[in-house]
């Protein structure tokens, strides 16, 4: 008897391309690993809406969804639409409570509005002015990895991740955060499998842990 594969789709933090997931590599014996990618939203579109959207891009029965941050919140709304083997979310958040208090006090005051998205598309531009390695560095490894650059689109993720108002989330979810993460910092975090020195791009920067131990996660009853 042929055991079908284990589809497993992969969705990339905000304005982020599939690129940060080129490292990953799941037997493919066993697993069939399948990439989204960002859509622009509708205007004033909630995320629950676009996540119902972006269900459309699933096209396997019961698959696993894996979501980095923003795309870990967006994860958690489609599989609200969809039956899933498993629910994973790396780098995120399981609710509103978990957001750090610079994220809840921009939701209270409104000032994630004065965030200046367009200079997301103006990357050549900052490059020329970068000064010291590690500025470079981030840099270019924001040019490498980003996708979207449409100020409107990074208006709307911005303010759907900030005010993102989930208070509880399916016990069956599994975590994984790093204990330095600087955009979700752990000590807000509950119930997640803690990844030591993992930073918010720990899926591009520690992708050989994901390769050892994401099987064992997705094939555990």
Do not use: A, F, L, T
């Given at each position: 008897m042929i055991q079908k594969l284990i589809p497993v789709y992969f969705m990339p933090g905000m304005a982020a391309s599939s690129k940060i997931f080129e490292y990953i590599d799941l037997p493919s014996d066993t697993f069939q690993m399948h990439f989204l990618e960002w859509i622009l939203p509708l205007k004033d579109e909630p995320v629950s809406n676009y996540a119902l959207r972006m269900t459309n891009n699933i096209k396997h029965e019961n698959p696993v969804l894996i979501g980095v941050s923003f795309g870990g919140v967006l994860v958690q709304e489609m599989s609200?639409?969809?039956?899933l083997r498993k629910l994973i979310i790396v780098s995120s958040v399981k609710s509103k409570f978990e957001l750090p208090k610079t994220m809840q006090l921009a939701r209270t005051t409104g000032a994630y509005?004065?965030?200046p998205t367009q200079l997301a598309g103006k990357?050549?531009?900052l490059e020329k002015y970068a000064f010291g390695k590690e500025v470079t560095k981030r840099l270019a490894l924001y040019k490498n990895y980003l996708s979207v650059n449409d100020p409107k689109y990074l208006s709307w993720a911005?303010?759907?991740?900030v005010c993102w108002n989930q208070e509880s989330y399916d016990p069956d979810l599994i975590h994984i955060h790093g204990d330095n993460d600087p955009v979700f910092p752990i000590q807000y975090i509950n119930n997640?499998?803690?990844?030591?020195?993992g930073t918010h791009i720990m899926i591009i920067n520690k992708y050989r842990w994901f390769n050892m131990n994401l099987p064992k996660i997705i094939l555990a009853e």
């Open positions: 609200k639409h969809i039956h509005k004065i965030v990357i050549d531009v911005i303010k759907e991740m997640c499998v803690s990844i030591p020195e």
